[in-house]
């Protein structure tokens, strides 16, 4: 019988590591560049129990990284990994700017709680960060 080898390498290792670190900044870099771009001030919002930015906001997190993880499976190095996540960023800034357009006052909709808008915003970022995910493949 066949002995497979389960170790894991140094090198490895500092591969998963490097990528992961890289990984948890650009998601970090991310949803700062989200919050910044958009008019709602999601966070403060969301500290008061504002469920509607919660919705939206984790949509987009998620549909960012559904987007960096297809791009970790079939990315060739961190610069390439990083370009991925430049533009995954901006797909999801994409999203809510066009969603904005065609619910007429989105932004403060979600200011006042709208769970609808915050489900329909947070529904449309992770399907964007779908496609964009199996365009990578």
């Not at 080898?5 to 591969?15: G, K, M, R």
């Not at 990528?19 to 910044?36: P, R, S, V």
């Not at 906001?57 to 993880?69: D, K, L, N, R």
């Not at 932004?107 to 915050?118: D, M, Q, Y």
Request: a neutral charge; one cysteine or more; aromatic letters at 10%.
């Amino acid at each position: 019988m066949e002995t497979i080898n389960t170790t894991i390498s140094l090198s490895q290792y500092l591969i998963y590591l490097s990528y992961m670190f890289l990984g948890i900044i650009l998601t970090i870099l991310f949803a700062c560049i989200y919050l910044f771009a958009t008019p709602v001030k999601e966070l403060r919002l969301i500290k008061t129990g504002n469920s509607a930015c919660a919705i939206s906001f984790g949509g987009a997190v998620c549909g960012f990284a559904i987007t960096i993880g297809s791009s970790l499976m079939h990315s060739i190095g961190l610069i390439d990994f990083a370009i991925w996540a430049a533009i995954a960023t901006l797909m999801q800034l994409l999203v809510y700017f066009s969603i904005s357009k065609i619910v007429s006052d989105a932004s403060k909709e979600l200011a006042a709680n709208n769970i609808a808008v915050g489900i329909l915003l947070a529904f449309f970022s992770v399907s964007i960060g779908i496609i964009n995910a199996t365009c990578l493949t």
